[in-house]
């Protein structure tokens, strides 16, 4: 515990308002280690987050429901009901962001866990400063310096109320998602790399995993393409990364 807490300020928690949200963020933290979870909380607390937690799958899925979380931080090793299967019933009740744990960085838990619908990871141990960068991250993915609504065909995306239709009926995406396609909306016909994505999207400025922009386009096709398999808007680029069409 006392690595969680390693450069943290003692005393009193630093919670504010945040600036994204205009609230203090609310935090559902799922993890089965006792050690792990009573450290991570008190530190996440101390960062500024309003922090719930929860020790398995069954009590997080509760909580997930009843608590209303900003975003969850997700062990995926749970007993009972594991991260997984917890990841996929958070995604099928709503457009919570959630940041897996893993304590591998293979592709098992990473390309599942990206499957299940998580919107990022980090490899365990992590620092808590580390944790809530990323959160941070993908809170401001929800806020857009809005342009008015862009117009492509069925699809409609209005950037002052992040809202995005279909065919004529709303579309839910998660803030990671919404983050993806205002991107590449703002500029059709131009190809983004996936690094380019990684940068402005999930704020990583570093070599980052590719996977978890595949596995976003993937969920964001599904959502908004008449045919996923023969996309109109979310354009594949071969050997340099992807587009927004029609262009």
Known sequence: ???????????????????????????????DDPAVREGLQLALSHLGHDVVAASDGESGLVAAS?????????????PGIDGFEVCRGIRAAGSVPVIMLTARGDD?????GLAAGADDYVVKPARPTVIDAR??????????????VRVHRDLR??????????RGEPVSLTPTELRL???????????FSRQQLLEEVWEHDYLGDS?????CV????????????TPEYVQTVRGFGYRFGPV
């Open 211 to 215: 996977r978890l922009v595949d596995n």
């Open 157 to 166: 995306i209005d950037t002052t109320s992040l809202t995005v239709s279909s």
């Open 181 to 191: 396609l205002l991107t590449l909306s703002r500029a059709p016909g131009r190809v």
């Open 108 to 112: 098992f838990d990473v390309v599942g």
């Open 135 to 148: 959160i941070r991250a993908v809170l401001r993915r929800g806020t857009s310096s809005p342009d008015g």
């Open 1 to 31: 515990m006392s690595q969680l807490c390693t450069g943290l300020p003692c005393g009193r928690p630093l919670v504010a308002a945040s600036p994204i949200l205009g609230h203090v963020p609310t935090v559902l933290l799922i993890e």
């Open 66 to 78: 009843s608590q209303d979380p900003d975003v969850v931080v997700l062990d995926l090793m749970l």
């Open 218 to 229: 993937q969920r964001l096709r599904a959502k908004i393409e008449a045919d996923p398999a």
